[in-house]
């Protein structure tokens, strides 16, 4: 058989960029989804942390594109039956459920769901409203086909109705439809199932069921979110009223051993941070509390986010759990009571609305699965593969990712996503075969028409028309010179959103599109795939960003924000109406990579880009592999790590496909996308080797912070927890060694350098470093004190675990404030740590033997240069900044550039590994096509205005332009033009001009300016 | 005048960090005077130091050039052309009265939305207090 085909089950988010990043790179891919629609949770949730970008929004371009890929073919309804053989032959029977409706002909125009009577709970809104019985599951679905429920349709169950049947225009409503088993083979198989939500009903005391006003924090979700139950307003349940006071209460199933799971979600404290932002914005007068035991913000940016909720919305934080929610029934509020946890008495408080942030767990789905499949989960029902390599399973040919691998959130989803679909697409011999290219209809010829302009303005739910005046704006626009349609979309990224422009384009005889929106560094893609479609040249199509520079900015301005997005909306079709058809040229793709960096990021990237079959050039700067890694001596449970490393270093080493320059650095890349051209600088010798390659991989990772903080550096028993783990495994100095053997008292302090005003970010590791290296201190010697004095406890997911054991174990804990941080002191040596106990209420001295310091982790020193080498941004903390922090967590804007391992943010081993095999798949979506295509908007010369005078060859950054000296013109290179304009600035007799930036375009979208001064 | 003077300012921002810039403001929910228009070019390089000319003649009370930081430029140097340019463009200006100090060259990385939202509030306090740009009346071409 043929081999090159992957199943992937599940389609949430992480299925479906499994299965996109398969298909890009020429993988057939079958999706398999037991809703009626992909989308799965993320298709719920209103916005996401720490950006606040709008979660539909982001999700809809990927569910259009999974729809619309030729090498997908998504299989909704339906569920794996069984799964024969093994690696690299699968056998897979799937038994689609019948929809009742014909998918192959249903054109989704909703008419069956208008006309059919019955009303039934909607679980998209979490049962919260109502939809009929036969219905599309929610607006932005793909398939964008209805299902029926056959226990609640009448004539199904009454032999009586039939009324969807009767109205559907194209027949294709049949209720004799059969469930149908499918036997697909495949060569390996990608699990992206997902979790579910813990039962809140389960945790009787919250009074959830009992009081209306007592929602999940998924209902919550539901009811922020526009297309939700109340259109995005916040309304207490049992008065439609808006709160004034709310509670979320953090842990609601988890961190829990009664019910839930013991471990910790991970992704609800910063939900509830998310969500009080969220609802702030919405209601001007809102308390919002969150009452948590740590606040575990341990993401990139995420405890900015926590300190924006706190400081610029007023959300407060309160250090406690709830012990009991009672219904006041005079007015329906919510009494709370809870332990302050400061020795004082229990106290209550009364509130509107009480969200419960409800953890995940797995689900039935997920053991049956496990079953069916026979793979390993670990004690609480997570899928359990190595504790280096996350996307692997107990069995090989079979990968996992998101959610069902442990609590997680989107960017760390998509980038195991990523991971499992490289590495189940290296399993896939000879790959670029079975590429399937989009089939578009012939481009219609427009030339010698006259500009016929469709203009559709985005309500993006209420992002943009709880500020803006949308019908004002289509009004507007329907009043402009060649402007023949104009409408508003709910959605315009939506899969139906884009049927109505493809429709009206062909209703319409259009031939230039207009959509105010977003931004379009990430959705103008999307709709010139649509123009495409409808038969038009992608490049007559223009943005107006109403969003990100309109209404997200000018919240409490909206007759100025309407105009504002009246006047942008007009520079764009006066923009458009100018545009011409342009086709880029195509180049071929140098099929090498470079890694940059020799850590296990950088080595597991380079191994899987090798096993790929691409030549792989591995540079690190060190004279060893391994980075810090070599540094990590044992796993959480004490199990020696080195083993891992050395056997990566191996593999790598005697891999025919890598070449490794040790003790090196990058002196230069020059080039782009496909066809990079760089030095290698060998420290050693200075000499040069000069490569080129497709694309390249940063993981050039980050280094242990210097401190003097505590007495470091001046007092030999005051460590970092590197040098406190490398002794207890045994290595490094003998007095250091003989220290720690002897040590009766240990006081390990977190956040040193961490979570300050110099670096605001939390390092991720540290809580986990100390926890890691107090369980093997007390199994090496079980009578010696251990004291960790920390600010939170860190220990997300499923690192929860290890915490309560160490605390079983009788290690203790201690919180610190920030502002009352502990203070080590020393007599001739003997060391004293003098902190505020809070449940003593009082200051209590502690004699340390030895002082762990949990130093946090700075950005690498070099990230500057390779920032500028390469055009790629940094944050400001000096990590390198992702294209998209959800979805994109390892691409950059750049194209043929990515990003892994420390060098993005401090993460774990386990992490970088995921995020590692991300990067190379991603590299691999680029560097196994033999073509790309260039950049289409280049400059291009106007001959008979060109005096050949050379300023535009001077100022071209890709010396792209040369001089004909015969015909005395400048001529430009299209395929080495990138589109900067530099040229067309500089020429004196406006002789060249950048395509899509021509004077005429720029200056008539001025005019709409000029109007409105 | 009854109403209080709202200068009017057009930006242009280059597509890789100042126009992200912007961009990371909005999704910040980052609130700023509603002065300001933005046009998107690939570059701050590729801008025609003409079309600054034309903005003020046609009575913009203000004008925003936003790139790269120095070494940022996506496309290398582009910014560097940009520096130099509105430095010329400014001293001419200057000569012709044309209102030099109405243009702002600001460096604006994609990861920097407060700086974006901030330099709008500065712009348009500080043209409140320069008042309306009167070009667009004396040169009425």
Known sequence: MDHKQVMVIGGGIAGIQASLDLAEMGVEVFLIEQQPSIGGRMAQLDKTFPTNDCAMCILSPKLVEAGANKNIHIITNAEVQSVEGQAPSFYVKVLKHARYVDETRCTGCGICMSKCPVRIPDQYNMGLSKTKCIRIPFPQAVPAVPVISKEHCIYMQKGKCRICEKFCEEKVIDYEQKDELLDIEVGSIILAVGSQEFDAKLKGEYSYGTSPNVLTSLEFERMLSASGPTQGHVLRPSDQKEPRRVAFLQCIGSRDMQAGGSFCSAICCMQAAKDAIIMAEHLSNVDVSIFNMDIRAQGKDFDKFITRAQTDYGARFVRARVSSVEINPANDNLRIRYDPNDGGPLREEEFDMVVLSIGLQTSEQVRKLAAKLDIELDESGFVSGSPFDPVLTSRDGIFACGTMTGPRDIPETVMQASGAAGAAASLQAELPERRIKADYPQQRDIRGESPRVGVFICKCGINIASTVDVPGVVEFALGLPWVEHAQELMFSCAGDSQRIIAEAIRDKNLNRVVVSACTPRTHESLFQGTLQSAGINPYLFEFANIREHCSWVHQKEPDKATEKAKVLTKMAINKVICLEPLSPKTMPVNHDALVVGGGVAGLTAALELANHGCKVHLVERQEKFGGNFRDVHFTMDGQPSQEFLNALIEKVTSNPNIHSYLNSDIAEVKGFVGNFKSKIHGNNNDEITEIEHGAVIVATGASELETDEYLRGREPGVVTLRELETALAGCGTEELKEKVNKAQSVVLIQCVGSRCDERPYCSRICCNKSIKNALKLKEQNPDTNIYVLYRDIRAYGLHELDYRQAREKGIIFIRYQEDDKPVVTSENGALKVHIFEPTLRRKVLIEADLIGLAVGIAAGSENKVISQMLKIPLNSEGFFLEAHVKLRPVDFATDGVFVCGLAHYPKDVSESVAQARAAAARAMTVLSKDTIEAEGKVSQVRAECCAACGACVAVCPYAAIEIDEINRVAVVNESLCKGCGACSATCRSCAIDLRGFRDEQLVVAMEAIVEWL | ?141
């Open chain 2, 1 to 141: 005048m009854s109403e209080e003077f709202e200068p009017k300012i057009i930006a242009f921002l280059c597509n890789w960090c100042s126009y992200a810039g912007a961009d990371l403001a909005g999704t910040s929910r980052m609130q700023y005077p509603p002065n300001v228009r933005i046009i998107r070019l690939m570059c701050s390089g590729g801008l025609d130091p003409l079309y600054v000319f034309r903005a003020l003649l046609a009575g913009c009370d203000g004008v925003l050039i936003g790139g790269c930081h120095p070494g940022d430029c996506h496309y290398t140097n582009g910014n560097y052309k940009a520096r130099r340019r509105v430095a010329v463009l400014k001293s001419i200006l200057k000569e012709l009265g044309m209102g030099h100090d109405r243009v702002w060259l600001r460096w604006i990385s994609a990861s920097e939305g407060s700086r974006f939202a901030e330099t709008i509030r500065e712009i348009v306090t500080d043209l409140k207090e320069k008042g309306p740009n009167t070009l667009a009346q004396s040169w009425a071409i």
